[in-house]
């Protein structure tokens, strides 16, 4: 595991050789919320030796209707995410989608997470690097695992290597999303850890109705086939209850099936 990755956990007591997660609901919904996912998760990744980042959006900028839940407010939204990473001790990471949200978004989250549509944008990258903060950055469902070399070289340029990639399928037709999972050996050539995002990459977008769709049903196949593949983390986005989410509860995992999908994941990355 990298020098970054092992201060990050430096908190929890964990198997180093097990996988990393990033989990939470997508979006900041209430206090309630947050605290509720986040001690369960945290439970269970710490009975499963499971290094864990908490992780919900304090503002969705990409939304496919305009009537669509974007937040809380930013001020109270990443105010909620610091206050829970710090009442249980976990790191925390959200989105940011301009380069001006870099900084604020660093005093209260430890990972700034760049969304895929965004991978490309140079002041972004490099101002979120800029932070010293660890950056996530999503692979464009337009990319290649090689091309993201550039986003790599972009933030390393700016004086930042703690850097991670996040693989979440790829377009394909107007309403469905493949994964190629080449792209994660591809990623980890670029000398960086690689997380498979197991939600999103489920995702059924640009649904008439607004709503992007999902499939839920295949979390499981994505997680186990990313291992496999040989990923480094596991990215899982999670809700009591996603029927009633006010963003992503297409492709969400219900809160009770977690646990016995990490009990497996565990067990077979131990087998690898």
Not at 129 to 136: D, F, Q, R, V
Request: glycine share 8%; aromatic share 6%.
């Amino acid at each position: 595991m990298e020098k970054f990755l092992q201060d990050l956990f430096k908190g929890q007591s964990y198997d180093e050789k097990n996988f990393f997660l990033i989990a939470g609901p997508c979006v900041i919904e209430s206090e309630e919320l947050l605290s509720e996912v986040a001690e369960k998760v945290k439970a269970i990744c710490t009975n499963l030796g499971i290094p864990y980042i908490f992780k919900s959006s304090y503002r969705k900028a990409n939304r496919t209707s305009a009537s669509s839940f974007t937040g809380l407010g930013d001020e109270l939204g990443l105010d909620l995410l610091h206050k829970t990473g710090q009442r249980f001790q976990l790191p925390t990471t959200t989105d940011i989608h301009a380069h001006d949200e870099a900084a604020p978004a660093a005093k209260f989250a430890d990972v700034l997470q760049i969304p895929a549509f965004l991978c490309r944008q140079t002041d972004l990258l490099i101002s979120a690097a800029e932070t010293g903060k660890i950056i996530n950055v999503k692979k464009g469902q337009f990319l290649s695992g090689p091309a993201m070399k550039f986003a790599v070289e972009k933030i390393r340029q700016a004086g930042n290597d703690k850097i991670i990639l996040t693989e979440r399928g790829t377009t394909f037709g107007y309403q469905d999303l493949v994964v190629d999972y080449r792209n994660i050996p591809w990623m980890k050539e670029h000398g960086v850890p690689v997380v498979m995002d197991c939600t999103h990459s489920l995702q059924q977008p640009n649904q008439t109705s607004g709503v992007t769709g999902g499939n839920p049903q295949l979390i499981g196949t994505i997680a186990k086939a990313a291992l496999a593949a040989g990923a480094d983390g596991l990215f899982i986005e999670t809700h009591p209850n996603p029927a009633v989410a006010k963003s992503d509860g297409a492709n969400m995992l219900k809160l009770d099936l977690l646990e016995n999908l990490l009990t497996t994941l565990v067990k077979l990355r131990k087998a690898l």
